[in-house]
């Protein structure tokens, strides 16, 4: 409220925030006002086992809800999630899957993660005392590298997800499906949209998977099968 009312933001700007002030309209009607144009949402899920595995109030249908809302008020979305929490399965991968996909009611970008157990925290004892950390190299502490033993998962299923999600979402089909839904008046989304795009294609994940410690961790992972 004090940025809007002061009237110094002309320029293109950013929030973090989760779902529950996503919620909140005084807010929404704050963030309009003060022309905050690009929120990351953390929304870690959108099935409903896997939120109160983590002990979340919010359902996958709040989570939901706060996307369209926010597009619906001009915003770019960006999607933080986390996958290999309690609950989830390979059906929740791919409902998320179908759902970032969704270029009407989706994000606009994406940013998934791999539940990491960081030391000092609960999920890093809990997974400690039952034998399910799979390397202590602290490099790979990343999210983007799977560093533990999943429910209902083989070694080296979760990050090949991950590594899918981004595939597809930033693909050259679906980057541009998502470019003809913005309105006239949206032309910096889409600019963004393929700058997003082609960074991921070309310098993003694509780069990860070709970095040898990625590719020597994933051999890894595939002999623990």
Not at 109 to 121: L, W
Request: aromatic share 12%; with cysteine; hydrophobic share 35%.
């Amino acid at each position: 409220e004090a940025i809007g009312n002061s009237g110094l933001n002309h320029r293109l700007s950013l929030a973090q925030f989760d779902v529950d002030a996503a919620k909140n309209q005084r807010f929404l009607e704050a963030l309009d006002k003060a022309k905050v144009d690009v929120v990351c949402l953390g929304i870690e899920s959108i099935s409903d086992k896997t939120l109160q595995g983590y002990g979340k109030r919010i359902t996958a249908e709040d989570n939901k809800e706060a996307v369209r809302e926010l597009r619906r008020r001009g915003k770019w979305v960006h999607a933080m999630m986390v996958f290999g929490g309690k609950g989830d399965d390979k059906d929740v991968i791919e409902e998320t899957m179908a759902w970032f996909n969704n270029v009407k009611y989706g994000p606009d970008s994406i940013q998934p993660f791999i539940a990491t157990p960081f030391p000092g925290t609960e999920f890093y004892n809990e997974m400690k005392a039952q034998g399910r950390i799979l390397t202590e190299d602290w490099s790979l502490y990343d999210a983007q590298h799977e560093v533990v033993r999943f429910d209902h998962f083989k070694p080296g299923e979760v990050q090949d997800a991950v590594h899918r999600m981004y595939g597809e979402f930033f693909s050259v089909k679906n980057t541009l499906k998502r470019v003809l839904t913005y309105r006239g008046n949206e032309s910096w989304k889409r600019k963004t949209s393929l700058v997003i795009s082609a960074y991921a294609n070309f310098t993003g994940f694509r780069k990860m998977s070709r970095d040898p410690q990625y590719i020597l961790h994933r051999q890894f992972l595939d002999s623990l099968r």
